[in-house]
């Protein structure tokens, strides 16, 4: 089930950040109370291959996400102390230290089941004992969050696992929205900031379609 156009999760998981302070995160609240968009990243797992990679991109763009008034927050079901000993773990081996936004740890998989975004590929009843196999990782995709000021999800995305993401997309989307939320335009394919918008008409279709 999607979440586009609805409330994200009013629902607050263990979180830890690179001074080892474990916590708690509510993220429709971080977008609510603090008045901020907020991308939220999901990631299968610590101490993995491309895991580090991209939580490494993240945080090289995390002034840029600030600059426009977003929040960046990592998530995965691993523990809030696996994910210390990754932040404590150099990037030359393989850690990410230098890691600055908090990570979520739902490690009861409250928040991803939720979301529907894990890896359970077989889920089996037996009716005899009364217990739900379930064949797969349990860990999630790496799915992609964009949350709005109100705390309405209007963006969402999933990854395979070997795939990594480009977090420059997730930017432009931000720009794209936030163009949508001030001038009341509409967006077209490959629209970055600066570029032309159009009005949500046939005409301005029309016109757009034919200057471009």
Known sequence: MSFVGKKFPNLAVD???EMGDTFKVNVL???VNNKKKVVLF???KDFTFVCPTELHAFEAAKAE???RNCIVIGASCDTPEVHFAWLSTSK???GIEGVTYPILADSNRNLSSTLGIL???NEQYNEETGVVTVEGDNVTYRATYIIDEEGTVVHESVNHMPLGRNVA???RLVDAYTH???KGEVCPANWEEGKDAMQANAKSTAQYLSSH
Do not use: R, S
């Open 15 to 17: 979180a830890m950040n």
């Open 29 to 31: 609240e971080e977008a």
């Open 42 to 44: 999901w990631y299968p």
């Open 65 to 67: 996400f600030e600059k």
């Open 92 to 94: 030359d081996n393989g």
């Open 119 to 121: 890896d359970i590929t």
């Open 169 to 171: 997309e997730f930017i």
């Open 180 to 182: 949508v939320q001030e």
